[in-house]
Structures are given as C-alpha cells and as structure tokens.
C-alpha cells in the first residue's frame, strides 16, 4: 500500500463511503475541508485521517470538542487506536500528556491557549472542531469563531458538522478567512430511517407501505374519528343531571403532568389511542426495535419515566445481562461512599438500570452518566429515557428514537420543535453496522396530524447562524496580542459579520423600488396652490411634537428605577412610592434572580405584615434604603412566628424614621414646547395649500411619500449599523475598558487591570475583573469565597426563581451588596455606551456552596434542592472561576483564597473527572 489514505483505511473494518475518501483526499492535498453530514454517519473518520496525517509528517494534531464528555470519548478512542503515548487530553480541570503529537481538548482551552500565546501550539498542522455547529449556541459559540480566526495560518481547520441547509454559505466564509477551504456534504445516512407513530398498544407506520411519501391512511382515520368525537361531544348537554359528560382529559394522563393529554372516550368501547410508557416499551420490544431512546424533554420527565416503567412488570434483561450490568455500575462507583450511594439513590439506580432501564440528563451525576453511556453502547441497556441534550452530545446511538411529544419549553413558552430539532433527534436511530434500517417513533397525542408530522420529518432545514458578539475578555486579548486596529479587522471577519454584509445583499433593490413610489406619490401630491410636501411636513411635526410633550407628561424614569432595585440586599428598608402598598417595607428578597432585561420583583413585608411581591405599580420611581434590620434566619412568608420577629424589628427601625417621603413630582412640561406647537398650528392655518378644496387627499399622498422615505433611510441607516454592528461594539466595548482603566488611554495597550481581565473568562468577566480590583473578594474565608462567587457564575432556571434565597452569614450579605454595586456601576457605564447591561447576581445557589465548602455531607447539601449533576457542575464553574481568578495575577493574599477554597471543594463527587 503506497498511499496515506489506504494505510489509513485498512485500520477499520468497513470500506470507507464516498464523501469520507472525497474528505480525506482534500486533506491528502493540503487543504481543508468543512464536512456536513448526519448524525452517525461517520463524519469523524475525517477527523481521525487529521490525527493520521500528524502522526504521518511529525507534527501536531489537537482534536477539539465543545463538551468534556466528547472529549473524554475521543480521547479513549485515539488512545485505543494509537496508544497512551501519542495522546493527551486537555478539559481544563483535567490534564494528561498534553505534549503529545495528538491532544485531545475542549474547544474553549484551545481559545485559552491562543490568547496566552501557549508554546503547545509549536508545531501545530491541523486542527480538527467536531460539532463544529455549536457556533450557533449564544453562549459558547463564540468561542469557535474565536479559535477559527486566531489560529496561524499555516494551521489546516478540518471542521465536522451536522447537516446544515447553509453548509456552502459557512464553507465560503471559512475559506475566505482560512483560505483554501473545500465543503463536502453528504445528507444520506448510512442507515436508512423509517417513520412510526406509537398508536395505543401498536406501533403503525407513518406513510404508507405502498406508496412511498403518502401518509398512513389509516393514520389519517384515527385523526378524523378523533376530531369527529371531541365534535360529538361538544355537542351534549352537561350538568348535573347526568345527561352528559366531557370526553376528552387534559390532566395528569399517562405520560404525567399538564403537558400529557390523552383522548378518552366516553364510550367505553372506543380505544384509546395515546400510549402509555409502559405499552410504548412492550410494543418496541414485540417489533424487535430495542434498544430505544425516548425522548422526553424535561429532566423531571425523563425520572418520572423511568419509575412508572419500573412500577410495571417491565424486565427487559436477561439474568445474565443483568449480571454484567451490575458489574458496570459497581465498577464505575467504587469510589463512591455508603453516604453517597445513599443521596444519590444510587440503589434504585442499579435496580432500575439491571432491569434494562436508565434516565440520562444533565441533572445526573457524572458517574452516573458514564454508567448509562457504557450499559447503552454495550447494548446491554434496553431503553434510555433522556432529555434532548443527548442528541447533541456522546456518540450513543440506538435501533429506535421514540419522541414522546412534539412540543417542548424552549426557555420561553411552549412551542413545536423544529424540523431542524426532529433532525437531530431522529439523528440517533440505526447503529451502523448492526442494524439494517433505524426507526423514529412519535408518540400519539390528542389532536395530532398526521399530516403534520410527516411534514416535520420530511424537511431537512437546519440553518447554521452566528452568535459571535464581542466580549470584554475577547478585547482585551485581542488588544493585547494583535492591537486594537487588526483586532478591529478581526473581527470583521467573523461569520457574523459575513452573514449580515450576506443579509444586507438585497436592501439596493428595495431602496430603488421605493425610490421610484415615492416619486409616483409626490407626484400625486402636486398642487398649483402650493408646496403639500412642506404643508405635511408641518402636519407631521406637529403630530411629533404632541407625542414629545405626551411622553415628557409621563417622565420615564426606568433606568434609574432599575438601578435602584438593582443594589437592594434583604433587609433593606425602603419607602414604596406608590401602589397599594405605598409606604415602608423591608427587603425580604430582592428579586434580582434572572437574566438580560428582567426588571427585579422584591418580595417585602410591608406594615401590615403582609409579604408581598412588589410589581411595576409599586415601583414606578427609584427607591433607596432608608434603615437596615435582619432577617431571620431561613425566613419563610408562611411561618407566622418569622413574620412577627421581622415585623418587630421592622417597626423598631421604621419608628426612628420621618414619614415615607411623598411621591416625586412628576416633571413640568416645557412651556416652549407648548409655545412652539401653537405657533405651527397657526402657521399650518395660514399655508396656501390649508385652503385647497383636494387638501386630505393632496396631503394622504404627500405623506405617505414621506413615510416611505422614513423607512428607506431608516432601512439604509440600519444597513449601516448592521454592517458596522461587530466592529461598533467593540469600539464601545473598548471605551468602557479604557474608561476604567483596563487599556491605556488612547485604548491601544492593555493595562495590567486588562491583563488581570484577560485571565477571566466569565458572562460576567467585567464585573468579576472589578470586584477584584476594588477587593471586593478580600477578607474573606474559602467557603465565603464560595459563596460569593458562586453569585457570579450560577444562573438559576425560572421555576426555582420563585424559592427565596438567602446569603450564609452577615459577611457574604455584606459582599454581595458591594458586588451588586459594582454591577450596577458596571451596568450604568454600559447603558451610556448603548451595551447590554449585565445580567444580575444570583444568589440561589450561594447556601449550598458555603455548606459543601464547609465540609457538609453530600445529603446535606442535596436537601437544598439541587440534583446531583447541577450540584457538581455548578461546584466546578464555581472552582472554575477561582481557579481563574488565582492565576490572573491578582492578591497574592486572595489567590491563596482561591487555593484554599477548591482545595475545600474539590472532594468526593466534586473531584471525580467526567470519564469515571
């Protein structure tokens, strides 16, 4: 064998397909490639013919991913196929032969390693980015963008994507800024997929055997007798006579929860045609579809699922199965602890997971997840309920995707996925090599179309679009390796910026046709009295006027509003300004959980001793602390005896107060705007063209050609901004940095402020660089330390916001004030630099990591809610961010801190890395 591609290919025990040796050959000829294909299609054999080459020529090849579990699977698989010598890993808390020709690393530590000028990077020949579409991900995308244009250029990108319906458009811009690029796509999947829908005990075929693309007709029966029914029954009398009843249940149904409906008959000999788990599972098992993956999206969904299938008599295992996974669970928690085991319900864990069943979520603990993963790719585990989350993450395909519901929360509202979504979903079904055919299975809902969802899995649409936005941390180090001016070059080079200079393309075409009516109205408008042009435009300004002194009327004062709640701690007094709870109150929570343009809801006593959640009419004017009281202990609004020891203290400190303050006047209105609006009108009265009997239809005219010239230069102008929109912020962001002192005056060097900052990399990165620069951080013990960077770091998800949440002692509550100062400060420069205030502090998970770096017992700190996946990764971005914060050059005093503090955390279940 002559060839580098047939040393390669012969390692495997498959012929490679077409579009893999099409990729491969690229490589062979020095360039790049862009490889979109389907979820199991092999796309990263690609990938591995980069780590070849490497190992080939002597030169390095890092492999990237953007979770630590890929990056965990791949290196396992590089090591299996080359050995522990050529291979290191690099996940941030996990470092292994990281000089290795072939290192295996996340994506955001090849973006560190960048900016720090790392001397890894010697030698460096190809690099390759699996999951390459996670740039479109608003938070870490943009870290791919980052990676892509600041590499050397002598670098060759082999990026491997799922199936993108714009994969050419991405492939343009990555060989505009990478040069020589070449896309190869492929949308057939290598085991072909066939469509079901779970109808009662039966799994049906979504089209039709016989005619290929045509819908089930007896799909579309069971939809229209359905529909007959709930008409039916709509029309029968109810009450309490007994002379009719509803047909149609919309509670708890089988698959639990208000989102699980199912049609029920009034007729008892109707079937009832949406499944249970249970009868979704024997019906997979009867066709010789399992193993399976069910689709469920929420977390609480996936655990409920797993206990109503093992409250049925559902063993899916046989003895011997069994056996052998027990020996993998017992063999990946060895480590764990009695205690542990018993927190963790670890138990019930084994017991489902012997009988063929597991759930697999982001809530689980790592551990846990790696024992799911190892039953399932083994093909010992029969059935995997998991959140959505899975379809994006380790390669663990199945023979079936069940899809319980086509509908899930998207952070929002309820909404349908998307054929994008379906895509990926779907994406699992078939294991090459072992089956011949996969299988999606949608779970009937009441008022499904079939035809519907036929569409939904017919359509392959997956748009690929940019989240790059520049970021404070991203200009200081762009700034600091690059300069200012090529950083601004840099940056506008991004796919973002591509894809808006893209979006602009058209806007000439529809400026020339406006022009062309607007010039048909004028000409409408033509009168021998006068200019009706110059008379609407005197309409008009007055119509502006009227609507300046209106809103002058109203005295908008949200922003200072916003930062006023914005730096209340609980037990804060303050005067409400109006509303039906005008007067004094205390503080009880501050409401300030959440993200970008949520308005804080206190929660507050108020006089009469009432906790009440104050809203928009309670705060419409700043409020400021009046007197300070504590606040009892684990304080809850339905504990009375709480209720009066806070009102006690809260009348002790109101009594040493004047009255509430009245109200702020409201602002005067400007009598020379009053004066001008009578002047125009007189003048309007007084213009030739008042007196033509053609006067509305003259001025209609006129009118609507300046309104179409309104939105023409309006849509030039944000042409513009867009166009300029990338490198804009960053000049803005430059100016916050440089009015802080983070660059140099002049903004053209980085200060060691900035190279403080460039060291953290955070969502709240400004805010964190400045509490350390004003020793916000000092003074404090390790678990303290804990606490109030966990403040910074954790984002608590809507439906724990309504929990109140407290500090662990005085002196967390004290530095969390002056941490929300700080972000208000930050916040208020940011506004008059027209950028996106930072999101608040939450201190939701601030308690539950003052106990865990205290030493408290892992059932201790699970009593306070959290599961056990969050608790461990909300722990490492804590350990994470001080880990930052220690090697960015800061207090020696605190980085010793910070030290202290993960060598408190950095225990047990915290300390066990993403492979075990």
């Known amino acids: ?78 090591v299996d196929r080359y050995g522990p010598d050529e291979v290191g890993l690099l996940t941030g808390d996990v470092s292994v032969n990281s000089e290795a020709p072939l290192v295996v690393m996340t994506t955001e530590v090849l973006r560190n390693m960048i900016y720090a000028g790392s001397r890894t990077l010697e030698g460096l020949g ?56 070449r896309v190869v796509v492929s949308e057939r999947r290598p085991v072909p997929l066939t469509q079901h829908v779970a109808l009662s005990k039966r799994i049906v075929d979504l089209f039709a055997p016989d005619r290929p693309g045509t819908v089930n007709p007896d799909l579309l029966q069971v939809a229209r007798q359905e529909a007959r029914a709930h008409r039916d029954d709509r029309r029968r009398p109810r009450g309490r006579n007994g002379k009719g009843r509803r047909s149609v249940s919309y509670g708890s149904g089988r698959f639990g929860g208000a989102s699980s409906q199912r ?48 409250s049925s008599d559902l063993v899916l295992t046989s003895e011997s199965e069994a056996r052998r996974l027990r020996e993998i669970a017992e063999r990946h928690g060895a480590a764990l602890t009695g205690a542990e085991r018993r927190a963790l319900g670890w138990d019930r864990f084994v017991s489902a997971f012997e009988r063929g069943v597991a759930a697999h979520h982001a809530g689980l603990l790592p551990v846990i997840k790696a024992v799911v993963e190892e039953g399932f790719v083994t093909g010992l585990l029969k059935v995997v309920v998991a959140t959505e989350t899975l379809a994006l993450g380790i390669n663990m395909p199945a023979r079936t995707v069940v899809i319980e519901r086509l509908v899930k929360y998207n952070g929002q509202s309820h909404a349908d996925i998307t054929p994008g979504e379906y895509t990926q979903l779907t994406g699992r079904a078939g294991r090459r090599g072992i089956d011949v055919e996969g299988h999606a299975v949608v779970c009937w809902q009441p008022g499904m179309d079939p035809r519907a969802v036929a569409g939904l899995a017919s359509r392959r649409t997956y748009p690929l679009n940019s989240a790059f936005t520049p970021t404070y941390n991203m200009a200081v180090n762009l700034v600091a390796t690059v300069g200012r001016e090529r950083a601004t070059r840099v940056l506008e080079h991004s796919f973002a910026q591509f894809q808006i200079d893209r979006r602009n393309g058209p806007a000439g075409a529809r400026r020339n046709e406006n022009e062309k009516a607007i010039a048909d109205y004028l000409k ?81 006593m108020v006089a009469d001793r009432r906790v009440v959640r104050l809203g928009e009419h309670d705060l419409d004017a700043p409020v400021h602390k009046a007197a300070g009281v504590r606040i009892p202990p684990h304080f809850h609004p339905r504990d009375a005896a709480a209720r009066k020891t806070l009102g006690k203290a809260f009348d002790q400190a109101t009594a040493r107060l004047d009255a509430p303050p009245s109200r702020p006047p409201k602002p005067r209105v400007d009598a020379e705007l009053t004066e001008q609006i ?239």
Request: net charge negative.
């Open 126 to 181: 190809w690099v390759v980015m699996d999951e390459v579409h996670y740039l479109a991900d608003r938070f870490r995308g943009p870290v791919w963008e980052e990676v892509i244009l600041g590499l050397a250029d002598s670098v060759r990108l082999v990026c491997l994507s799922a199936t993108v319906s714009n994969a050419e458009e991405f492939g343009e811009w990555l060989d505009e800024v990478r040069g020589d690029i």
């Open 524 to 604: 409408a408008a033509s009168c021998d009295l006068g200019d009706f042009t110059e008379y609407a435009s005197m309409r008009e300004k007055v119509s502006r006027l009227e609507a300046e002194q209106a809103r002058l009327r109203r005295g908008s004062r949200d922003d200072e509003v916003l930062d006023s709640l914005s730096v209340l701690d609980p037990g804060d007094v303050i005067a409400v300004p109006s509303g039906p709870h005008a007067g004094w109150a205390v503080i009880v929570d501050p409401g300030t959980r959440g993200r970008h343009g949520d308005r804080p809801s206190p929660l507050a």
């Open 678 to 916: 009578t002047r125009l009108r007189a003048e309007l009265r007084s213009h030739p063209c008042h007196s033509c009997p053609d006067r509305e239809t003259h001025a209609r005219f006129a009118e609507r050609a300046m309104a179409l010239r309104r939105e023409t230069d309006a849509a030039a102008a944000k042409a513009r901004r867009r166009s300029d929109s990338i490198s804009d912020r960053f000049d803005r962001i430059c100016l916050v940095l440089e009015s802080l002192g983070y660059l140099e005056p002049g903004g053209h060097r980085v200060s060691g402020a900035g190279r403080v900052l460039s060291r953290i990399y955070s969502e709240l990165d400004l805010v964190t660089a400045e509490a350390v620069a004003e020793g916000v951080l000092d003074r404090l013990d390790p678990a303290q330390l804990a606490a109030v960077l966990s403040t910074l770091v954790f984002e608590s998800r809507p439906a724990d916001r309504r929990r109140p949440a407290w500090m662990p002692d005085p002196i967390c509550e004290e530095t969390v004030s002056r941490l929300r100062a700080v972000r208000a400060r930050v916040g208020r420069l940011e506004r008059d630099h027209r950028l996106e205030r930072p999101r608040d502090l939450d201190i939701g998970f601030a308690e539950t990591a003052y106990q865990w770096a205290s030493g408290a017992a892992l059932d201790t700190v699970l009593a306070e809610g959290s599961s056990a996946g969050d608790f461990v990764r909300q722990m490492r971005q804590v350990a994470d961010l001080a880990g930052q914060i220690a090697g960015a050059g800061v207090d020696e005093e605190l980085a010793r801190t910070c030290r202290r503090m993960l060598g408190a955390i950095q225990r047990g279940v915290v300390s066990m890395s993403e492979e075990e």
């Open 263 to 310: 049609l029920e008959s009034s007729d008892r000999g109707a079937p009832r045609n949406s499944p249970s788990r249970a009868q979704v599972v024997r019906a997979l098992r009867r066709s010789k579809l399992l193993p399976a993956i069910i689709f469920v999206f929420s977390r609480q969904g996936c655990d409920a699922a797993v206990s109503q299938l093992m």
């Open 1 to 78: 064998m002559d060839s580098a591609l047939e040393r390669f290919a012969s390692g495997y025990s498959f012929g490679l397909d077409d579009y893999q040796t099409e990729a491969c050959r690229h490589l062979d000829d020095g360039a790049g490639v862009l490889v979109a294909a389907p979820t199991g299609a092999g796309k990263t054999v690609v990938g591995e013919y980069a780590t070849f080459l490497a190992l080939e020529s002597g030169r390095k090849c890092f492999y990237t991913t953007p979770i630590k579990a890929l990056s965990n699977q791949k290196y396992h698989d590089l």
